[in-house]
């Protein structure tokens, strides 16, 4: 059985005369020798997308990091990223715990249920669920405080004619 070894690039290795030859050759160049490739492997290369490929498909190291629109949009964001399990979100009291592995997993997840045309295409957009993420939460904070006021503005008065001290 021969082993290939992974290189950057598209190219693998000949195990038995070590000749960079193209990934995916049936024979190397150089030796001759049959060149197996053993089912499930995915040649990870630099340049290489796999988005959209499932569990095997691996995140780019430029996205690793934290996913803020998966942490604030949660189930939102998740059906537009394909990644169904956002939906978990629904769980009373779990909801709290699922925003943070979300926010966590949710650049490997939507890399692995999405199929992107590229990197920058990702990028560009995962920024965007983060603006909007970021907005809608500094609405939902802004609308409590301004109830809250609200709320005390009338209330103050209203309890200083019932209960005069
Ligand atoms: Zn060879």
Same mark, same amino acid.
Request: some cysteine.
């Given at each position: 059985?021969v082993?290939l070894?992974?290189?950057?690039?598209?190219?693998?290795?000949?195990k038995?005369?070590?000749?960079?030859?193209p990934?995916?050759?049936?024979y190397?160049?150089?030796c001759?020798l049959?060149?197996?490739h053993?089912?499930?492997?995915?040649l990870e290369?630099?340049?290489?997308?796999t988005?959209?490929?499932?569990?095997l498909a691996?995140l780019?190291?430029e996205?690793k990091g934290?996913?803020?629109?998966?942490?604030?949009?949660?189930? $939102?964001?998740?059906i537009?990223?394909r @990644?169904?399990?956002?939906?978990?979100?629904? $769980?009373?009291?779990?909801s709290?715990?699922?925003a943070f592995i979300?926010?966590?997993?949710?650049?490997?997840?939507?890399?692995?249920?999405?199929?992107?045309?590229?990197?920058?295409?990702?990028k560009?957009s995962?920024?965007?669920?983060a603006?909007?993420?970021?907005?809608i939460?500094?609405i939902?904070? @802004?609308?409590?405080i301004v109830?809250?006021a609200?709320?005390?503005?009338?209330?103050?008065p209203?309890?200083?004619?019932l209960?005069?001290?």
């Amino acid at each position: 059985m021969v082993e290939l070894t992974r290189k950057g690039g598209r190219t693998m290795k000949c195990k038995r005369c070590g000749v960079e030859i193209p990934a995916g050759s049936k024979y190397c160049p150089n030796c001759g020798l049959t060149q197996e490739h053993s089912e499930g492997v995915v040649l990870e290369s630099e340049g290489q997308n796999t988005s959209g490929t499932g569990r095997l498909a691996i995140l780019p190291a430029e996205l690793k990091g934290w996913n803020w629109g998966a942490f604030w949009l949660s189930w $939102i964001w998740g059906i537009r990223n394909r @990644t169904w399990i956002a939906f978990l979100a629904f $769980i009373p009291y779990f909801s709290l715990v699922w925003a943070f592995i979300l926010g966590a997993k949710g650049n490997k997840w939507a890399w692995q249920n999405q199929k992107w045309d590229s990197i920058e295409q990702y990028k560009a957009s995962q920024r965007r669920w983060a603006m909007w993420g970021l907005i809608i939460f500094i609405i939902f904070i @802004t609308s409590i405080i301004v109830a809250w006021a609200f709320f005390w503005a009338i209330l103050g008065p209203l309890g200083f004619f019932l209960w005069p001290s």
